[in-house]
């Protein structure tokens, strides 16, 4: 974690609601089977300012459905959209933190794991400068609107064909440096490649395989040829140097009802007949707006 970021523990008998003024929460399962890294990518950006949530208020169950996504589009050539998400997962809310769900009839994209234990025990503080998205504090007992849109077919979407599940699994510390490698430097007249231990160029997937030994060069780019991370590093939202070394005040913040057990926020379901259909409707407590994401 870089020291920018400000990285700290909890003191004895905080809870993940206790972060100082300034400072937000991280569950540590996050940079393990959700596959998660900071800087945010736009994407994991998008989705938390879509859905007006807090990174300290999503479980990694829902974490790790986010980063899937995202990663089995890009690895089949498609960007990942908020919308597109939307079709195939809806969020929902689970003692007193959010999730999502697959949305009934929607192709799977993963196998998730069974359960993650012990994970609300398990957190530590970082400055809010680092999750460079406009944080907000939803509240759990609020109406989850449930969505309406077309899930992914052949008829409906032109990348339906390529879909595929792709496992996750979590990244060793050394294939972490090499992406960190890659969007730390820019260097706008070079660009980085993998080394085999002979010297010969490595396609870069092969720095996630467990047995690569090889190493990552800095080399000059050709006549009209752009810093390759100048590309990759767009993918991501930087943290604004600046806010990252402000003074912060100290003190507790004001996030005690984070994971309220008492707000499952598991509406009923009522089933509404329309001539000789029959709809299935959410029920929940109160009005709140969702921007619509199309």
Same mark, same amino acid.
């Given at each position: 974690?870089?020291?920018?970021?400000?990285?700290? &523990?909890?003191?004895?008998?905080?809870?993940?609601?206790?972060?100082? %003024?300034? +400072?937000?929460?991280?569950?540590?399962?996050?940079?393990?089977? /959700?596959?998660?890294?900071?800087?945010?990518?736009?994407?994991?950006?998008?989705?938390?300012? +879509? +859905?007006?949530?807090?990174?300290?208020?999503?479980?990694?169950?829902?974490?790790?459905?986010?980063?899937?996504?995202? +990663? %089995?589009?890009?690895?089949?050539?498609?960007?990942?959209?908020?919308?597109? @998400?939307?079709? @195939?997962?809806?969020?929902?809310?689970?003692?007193?933190?959010?999730?999502?769900?697959?949305?009934?009839?929607?192709?799977?994209?993963?196998?998730?794991?069974?359960?993650?234990? !012990?994970? !609300?025990?398990?957190?530590? &503080?970082?400055?809010? #400068?680092? =999750?460079?998205?406009?944080?907000?504090?939803?509240?759990?007992?609020? %109406?989850? =609107?449930?969505?309406?849109?077309?899930?992914?077919?052949?008829?409906?979407?032109?990348?339906?064909?390529?879909?595929?599940?792709?496992?996750?699994?979590?990244?060793? &510390?050394?294939?972490?440096?090499?992406?960190?490698?890659? =969007?730390?430097?820019?260097?706008?007249?070079?660009?980085?490649?993998?080394?085999?231990?002979?010297?010969?160029? #490595?396609?870069?997937?092969?720095?996630? /395989?467990?047995?690569?030994?090889? !190493?990552?060069?800095?080399?000059?780019?050709?006549?009209?040829? $752009?810093?390759?991370?100048?590309?990759? =590093?767009?993918?991501?939202?930087?943290?604004? $140097?600046?806010?990252?070394? #402000?003074?912060?005040?100290?003190?507790?913040?004001?996030?005690?009802?984070?994971?309220?057990?008492?707000?499952?926020?598991?509406?009923?379901?009522?089933?509404?007949?329309?001539?000789?259909?029959?709809?299935? !409707?959410?029920?929940?407590?109160?009005?709140?707006?969702?921007?619509?994401? &199309?």
């Amino acid at each position: 974690m870089p020291a920018e970021y400000g990285a700290m &523990y909890p003191q004895e008998g905080d809870t993940a609601g206790d972060a100082p %003024t300034g +400072y937000v929460s991280m569950f540590a399962d996050f940079f393990g089977d /959700c596959i998660f890294w900071l800087p945010l990518t736009v994407f994991v950006v998008e989705i938390l300012e +879509y +859905y007006k949530l807090r990174i300290s208020q999503l479980s990694p169950l829902g974490l790790i459905r986010v980063r899937n996504f995202e +990663y %089995t589009f890009r690895a089949l050539g498609i960007e990942p959209l908020v919308g597109d @998400f939307r079709r @195939f997962y809806q969020l929902t809310v689970q003692l007193g933190f959010f999730s999502f769900r697959q949305r009934e009839h929607a192709p799977k994209l993963m196998l998730p794991p069974k359960s993650m234990t !012990k994970w !609300k025990t398990k957190f530590f &503080y970082i400055k809010a #400068a680092a =999750i460079t998205a406009k944080l907000q504090f939803r509240n759990v007992m609020g %109406t989850i =609107i449930t969505e309406n849109i077309s899930i992914p077919k052949v008829d409906t979407v032109d990348w339906f064909p390529r879909l595929r599940i792709i496992g996750s699994f979590k990244l060793e &510390y050394k294939q972490l440096w090499v992406l960190w490698m890659m =969007i730390g430097k820019l260097v706008r007249k070079a660009r980085h490649m993998l080394r085999e231990k002979n010297d010969e160029e #490595a396609p870069l997937w092969m720095m996630f /395989c467990p047995d690569f030994g090889g !190493k990552v060069d800095i080399v000059r780019c050709g006549a009209g040829e $752009e810093g390759w991370n100048r590309t990759i =590093i767009s993918n991501f939202r930087m943290p604004d $140097e600046a806010a990252l070394n #402000a003074v912060l005040s100290g003190g507790k913040g004001h996030l005690g009802t984070l994971g309220d057990p008492a707000a499952t926020g598991v509406p009923k379901e009522i089933v509404l007949k329309f001539g000789d259909k029959r709809q299935r !409707k959410k029920m929940t407590h109160e009005a709140v707006s969702v921007p619509p994401w &199309y």
